[in-house]
Each structure stands twice: as C-alpha cells, then as structure tokens.
C-alpha cells in the first residue's frame, strides 16, 4: 500500500500557507511542520482551558483530562505504560536531568558508555559525569563512513558500565543503528540503554517496549506536534533512579524526572499526534488494532514512501567529486536526514538554495564531534536535506534540480 500524500498534506495547514507556496522544506530534521489536529488542541486548550488543571470546576477538570489523555495516547502508542512517559520542556532538558539522577546513583569508577555520532543533548551531559569520577568511555564511528560498529562495543562492556548511550540514529550520519541488538549486549553486560530517538521518531513512532532500550527519548516538535520533549524510561529503571523531582511527587514515576512544572497546553496538544497517526490508520484501509499495530502500519507506510524518495536523492549526489555523502548511500537502512561535505560552507550553499525555493539548512547540527571524528571542518559544516513523509515527489524534483545549480 502506498501513502497517499494528498491526503497527508491536507492534514498540514502549513502547505495551504501563502507565505509557504513554492517553497519546498528540506529542513525537517530541525523542526517538523505541526499537523491541524495538535494546532486544533493547542488553540482548544488556549482558549478554553487556560486554568491550573485538575480542580473540580469545568474548564480545569477538561484541561486535566486532556493532559491525561495525551500521556496515555502516546504510551500506548509507544508501547509503554501511561506512567513511564514523561513530558519535559526539551529533550536536551531531560537529558540534563537523567544525567543528574545517574550520577546521584552511580559512584566513582564507575563507567558510563557514550558514542561520537550523537547530537550533543545524548553525549554532552553523560560526558560531565567525568567531573564525579565516573569513567566515560567512548564508542566511536568508523571515520570514513560514520558507522557504529558493535563489536567496538563489545569490547567497551565490561562489569563496571551502567549505561549505554546512543542514537537511533544521527542528525547527521543518518544510518539506523539496530537499537534491539545494541540493548541486548549492554543487558547482557549489565547494564541499562539510553536511546536518543529524535532523529528517528519524526519518520514513524516505534513500538519502545518491544525495542527494549530502559530509556528513549524524542521531541514533539519534530515529529508533528509542540515543543515538548518526550521521555519514555521503563519502570524497573525509573523507581531505581534518585527522585528528580518535588519530594512529595516522588511516588509519581512520571513526576519523578520532570522538576518544574509542565506546559499544560504543549502537553495536551501532544494528542494530537495520535490523532493524526489513528487518521492515518484509518484513511489507509486499517480497521482494527491497539495502538502499537497502528503505529507499525503508519510507521510503514512513512517510510516506505520515504525511502522512495530518498533513493533519488542519494544516487544524485553519491558521485559528485565536490559532494562528500555522509553515511550509507543506500535508502534502506537511513533516515531521510542527509547532510553533505562540501568545498566550502554549507550554509552558504542553504543560502543560495534559498533563492531557489528551496529551505535547508546549513551547519554542525550540534554534532561536532561526529563531524570531527570523520574530517569534516565543524566550522564549515555541512549542508543538510532532510525530509519526511509529506514530502512529495515534485518537491524531490524542485531540490534536484536547485542542486544541479548549486553543487
């Protein structure tokens, strides 16, 4: 079955915008255009539940339901249970706050592994744990292709590591690393997985409790909806981890690791995302199903059509001489997140597509370290094209050849 993308893009009211018409987005990967059902909620919320939630008067007592119903949505969908999801003002953020908690837990000699293909949030805050005397031991990516390999990994696990930290895949490689065999070995190890999913989240919601990682984290802005960052962090884990938040939520798993308090709002709208995933579902011939087999149907159906696309556009540049591809040149196995070494600035190069109708973006992507480890000069970065499902074909074709100009 195929996407019908006519459909999708009516469900965009950005594609109906006239400052937006003959333009096409190639910088989803920095932010995702927000689908009508989260704006409906948004624009609900705002002008009818604007109050403290959860009082007994009518306003307040909506806006908690639709805060309730958002987190219970959205862990069904993940495959979660509705208090192992917590909702946090970024990703970054909760990352911060995870990275707090750990080294509350963990003591010196200790070892946590993370990787140098990661956007900054998933390395950065394990990396300061160093100053506490906990070992931090690096993964790193072949320099030539941007590849994780596992048996590095293996020989990184030993009896002192306590997590694992890693991306589904990254914001600039754009290879899917296989998150199930990642988190068997660190198991088997003993030790608990972290996995940076916002790269990958925005081309299908996956099934958390069926991948196994103890923690997967994404954010809502890049996957259609607000900004807001989702955390998903198993039971098990998460009544073991120090209390993060107020003293009193401390037997609230989902209040644990969410110390200020929520953007009522963001948090509602996030149902909306689930909205759009069940009309998906529903446009495409599904009849039945929980929410998990729901999510698998749509998450196919996206990235089949994606990787459609994404195989014209990695055969028009793999064998430029003044193009450098970043990760695989096969569709199969990447995200629709490309990014390109070139002779000079990327984003002077996302400049020049600008006048041709096209938006990208130019830059590190805050992944300096992948970017150092492969030779590439973080000054000059890269230039990146990235995509998702509502992307249609003649949009393909506009970027192809606004690339014939600039490249």
Known sequence: MK?????????????AEPVLQ??????????SYTCGAVIDRLMRFYTQRKVQPYAPYA???LGGAEMDEARTRMAALLGVAFDELSFGPSTTQNTYVLAQAFGQMMTAGEAIIVTN??????????????????????WQIDPDTGHLDLAKLEALLDDKVRLVCFPHCSNVVGEINPVTEITAL????????CVDGVSYAPHGFVDVGALGPDIYLFSAYKTYGPHQGLMVIRRALGELLPNQGHYFNASSLYKRFTPAGPDHAQVAACAGMADYVDMLFTHHGGAEGGATERGAMVHDLMRGHETVLLQQLL???????????????????RAPTVALALNRSGGEVARELTELGV????????AVRALDAMGVDADRGVLRL?????????????????LDDVL
């Open 359 to 366: 938006m990208a973006g130019g830059g590190d992507f805050y």
């Open 386 to 402: 990235s995509f998702t499902h509502y992307t249609s074909q003649d949009e393909i074709n506009h970027l192809l050849n606004a």
């Open 22 to 31: 003959n333009q096409a987005f190639f910088e989803n990967a920095g932010g």
């Open 186 to 193: 660190a198991h088997a190890a003993g030790a608990f997985v």
């Open 117 to 138: 293909q990661d956007h900054e949030a998933n390395t950065g805050p394990w990396r300061r744990l160093a100053d506490l005397g906990i070992e931090v031991r690096e």
């Open 315 to 333: 055969d028009a540049v793999k064998d430029r001489n003044s193009v450098r591809l970043i990760g695989p040149d096969r569709a199969e196995n």
């Open 3 to 15: 996407l019908d993308t006519e459909f999708v893009r009516s469900q965009f009211p950005a594609f």
């Open 59 to 61: 306003a307040s007592t």
